[in-house]
C-alpha cells in the first residue's frame, strides 16, 4: 500500500493505492494549522480503507506545504505528481492547466510522458481559488452560485483590477451602482480565464488541455477559459482535486522499490 499527500493552502488531500488502484480517497478544507489537517486527512483515508499506518509502506508529499506533512517518507514538486497522474489516467493530455486555492502553474508533457515546460504564478492569489471566494463573499454569493451564475448574465461587467484587494472594491462599488449579480460574477469568472489564458500562453498550447485543481470545478471559470483559450478542456478520469495526491501515491511506490 502507498500514500500520496497534496498539501495545498485551502484543502489537504490524500489517496491511498494498491498498484494501480485507488483504495481511498479523502479531501479536507482547512483554514490554518496545515501540519495538523495533513494528519487529519490522512487518518480519515486510513479509516475510509479500513487501514493502520503500518500497512502504508511509503509515502510521498507535494503541494504548497509538501514539507510540513510528518509522515511523509519523501516529497515530491508538484508538477512531477501531476505528470505521473496524467501518465496513468489521461494520455492524451499534452498541457495541463492546475488552479488551486493559492497559486496556478502551467506545464507541457511530451508523448513519452516528459514535462518539457512549465510556469507558475504562485506570489500573487488573483486568479486562484482564493480570489474567487473573496468575490464571492463580497456579493454574498456561495461558491455554487459564483459557478453557475455566469450563464445567466446579460452584460458581464469588467473586472479590470489586478490585485485582488482592489478588485474586491471594485466588485463593491458595481453593486453599489446597481448591476446585476450575474454581470458582475460573469465578470470576475471572465477576469479570472483572463490570468489563467496569460499563464497558459507562457508556454505551448498542445491539445489536449486538461484543467485541475479547485477553480476547476467552477464552470463560469471553465467555460470562459475555453472561449479565452478557443479550446475544448478535456475530460478527466477521476475528481480534478486528487490528480496531485494520487500521482504522489504513484511516486511513493516508484521510490520505494527503488530503495
Known amino acids: 500500500m502507498y500514500a500520496g499527500c497534496d498539501l495545498g493552502t485551502v484543502t489537504a488531500k490524500v489517496v491511498i493505492i494498491e498498484g494501480n ?41 507535494t503541494g504548497f506545504g509538501k514539507k510540513a506533512v510528518s509522515y511523509a517518507d519523501a516529497v515530491s514538486p508538484e508538477v512531477i505528481c501531476l505528470n505521473r497522474a496524467f501518465r496513468l ?35 500573487c492569489a ?11 463573499r463580497a456579493l454574498e454569493l456561495s461558491l455554487d452560485q459564483v459557478s453557475r451564475l455566469p450563464f445567466e448574465a446579460t452584460d458581464p461587467v469588467a473586472i479590470t483590477s489586478q490585485c485582488g484587494v482592489f478588485a474586491e472594491s471594485e466588485v463593491i462599488t458595481h453593486v453599489n451602482d446597481g448591476k446585476e449579480k450575474e454581470n458582475i460574477v460573469a465578470g470576475i469568472a471572465l477576469s479570472v480565464a483572463g490570468k ?5 500562453r507562457r508556454i505551448s498550447l498542445d491539445e489536449k488541455v486538461a484543467m485541475v485543481g479547485g477553480v476547476s470545478l467552477n464552470t463560469g471559470v471553465v467555460k470562459s477559459v475555453e472561449n479565452e483559450l ?30
Open 196 to 200: 489563467v489564458s496569460s499563464l497558459v
Open 126 to 136: 488573483s486568479g486562484t481559488g482564493k480570489f474567487i471566494e473573496v468575490m464571492a
Open 21 to 61: 488502484d485507488i483504495v481511498a480517497a479523502m479531501i479536507l478544507p482547512y483554514k490554518n494549522l496545515p501540519k495538523q489537517a495533513a494528519v487529519e486527512v490522512f487518518e480519515k483515508a486510513l479509516s475510509k480503507a479500513g487501514l493502520t499506518p503500518d500497512k502504508i509502506d511509503y509515502c510521498v508529499s
Open 89 to 123: 489516467l489521461n494520455t492524451d493530455v499534452r498541457t495541463i492547466i492546475d488552479v488551486g486555492g493559492q497559486n496556478m502553474r502551467a506545464l507541457n508533457i511530451s508523448d513519452i510522458g516528459k514535462v518539457i515546460n512549465s510556469t507558475a504564478n504562485e506570489k
Open 230 to 259: 478557443g479550446i475544448k478542456l478535456a475530460e478527466l478520469e477521476g475528481d480534478p482535486l486528487i490528480y496531485g495526491a494520487f500521482g504522489a501515491a504513484l511516486m511513493a511506490e516508484e521510490k520505494h522499490k527503488a530503495v
